[in-house]
């Protein structure tokens, strides 16, 4: 982090696995996060299908106490629109899966 608070972040997706026949899922990824060099692998991140759209969910685990499930990966906004549009891409660019 430099001396006015702000790091260097960068993300690559490292794998799209296609889904079909789950409900709404249509992809499962993991990426790799670059924070000021130190790299963080995120596995889990979904891909859904809404109606006519997808969107893009973090990885997710059950809170024990209410059985909710939760992110278990809360990201800034703009990170986490850019990781979005970046699967979305690859997820239409590919097609159906199969």
Not at 59 to 65: E, M, V
Request: hydrophobic residues 45%; proline residues 5%; glycine residues 10%.
């Amino acid at each position: 982090m430099d001396a006015a608070g702000t790091a260097t972040v960068t993300f690559t997706v490292t794998d799209v696995e296609r889904v079909e026949g789950v409900g709404r899922l249509a992809a499962l990824s993991a990426i790799e996060i670059e924070l000021d060099g130190v790299a963080l692998t995120v596995r889990g991140v979904r891909v859904l299908r809404q109606k006519n759209r997808i969107t893009t969910e973090a990885p997710r685990y059950r809170d024990p106490r209410t059985g909710h499930w939760l992110p278990a990966l809360i990201l800034p906004d703009e990170l986490g629109r850019a990781i979005a549009r970046e699967l979305h891409r690859i997820v239409l660019r590919e097609g159906p899966a199969g």
